[in-house]
């Protein structure tokens, strides 16, 4: 069975400032994918950045950057120059390498960026 | 190009009533899944369907709790004889045909939120 956890229910930090969001996960599966995603208070899921378990590299996708530490199974999310817009809930998950396919989440991290 | 469509955004039911909430996929999108989340916590999933098929009810409730992708029109998430624990937001999300690999993003509707009286 696979399990994500998101050990900080909420964090702060200063506008144009960088956050790491953290995450681990457990998984017996040879591979899987790991993904991050936004729910704003209007609630709608955002994908943000996607990390597949053999890529070589941290994903990248504009001010988000994904941590990938295989080793130590965490898959933090980073953001850099913090904007007021980041306000909101971050949601870590994973995805089997079967033909299930259904995304596992974490409980979430809620960010708050001050002005 | 409209994305992952719910309806309704709100939904007010009656305890022992049924609650009806549909799902249609993005264009092209021929994979639904059906995703419930309490407040303050994570998306628990609930069921995948293709098309005419459930894939994976692995995450639904033995009873009361129904889902259905038609041939034609959208997916639909059924409740019956509903429960004040059923009060949540459930959401939908859609992928394209399975390709392989571990990276089939997900694209996630604005979610109905239900509440029982």
């Known amino acids: 069975a696979q399990k994500i956890t998101q050990t900080q229910p909420g964090m702060f930090v200063q506008e144009k400032e960088a956050v790491t969001l953290d995450c681990t996960y457990d998984?017996?599966?040879?591979?899987?994918?790991l993904f991050w995603y936004k729910q704003p208070s209007s609630g709608e899921m955002i994908f943000l950045i996607y990390?597949?378990?053999?890529?070589?590299q941290n994903a990248t996708e504009g001010r988000y950057s994904l941590n990938f530490q295989k080793a130590r199974k965490s898959a933090n999310l980073v953001i850099s120059a913090s904007q007021l817009g980041d306000s909101a809930m971050y949601f870590c998950?994973?995805?089997?390498?079967?033909?299930?396919?259904?995304?596992?989440f974490g409980s979430g991290t809620r960010l708050q960026v001050q002005p | 190009n409209a994305g992952v469509m719910q309806n309704p955004r709100h939904l007010v039911r009656r305890r022992g009533q049924e609650a009806r909430l549909r799902c249609s996929p993005m264009?092209?999108?021929?994979?639904v899944y059906w995703y419930r989340q309490l407040p303050e916590e994570g998306l628990k999933f609930m069921v995948y369907?293709?098309?005419?098929?459930?894939?994976?009810e692995s995450g639904m409730p033995k009873e009361r709790f129904s889902a259905e992708f038609p041939k034609e029109g959208p997916s639909i998430l059924r409740i019956q004889q509903v429960v004040r624990g059923d009060s949540a937001a459930y959401f939908c999300?859609?992928?394209?045909?399975?390709?392989?690999?571990?990276?089939?993003?997900?694209?996630f509707g604005s979610g109905t939120q239900l509440s029982v009286l």
């Open positions: 999300a859609s992928s394209q045909p399975k390709t392989g690999g571990t990276n089939e993003k997900l694209f």
């Open positions: 998984t017996s599966d040879p591979s899987y994918g």
């Open positions: 990390q597949g378990s053999y890529d070589q």
């Open positions: 998950a994973m995805s089997p390498d079967t033909g299930r396919r259904a995304l596992t």
């Open positions: 264009k092209g999108h021929s994979h």
């Open positions: 369907l293709q098309k005419e098929n459930i894939i994976d």
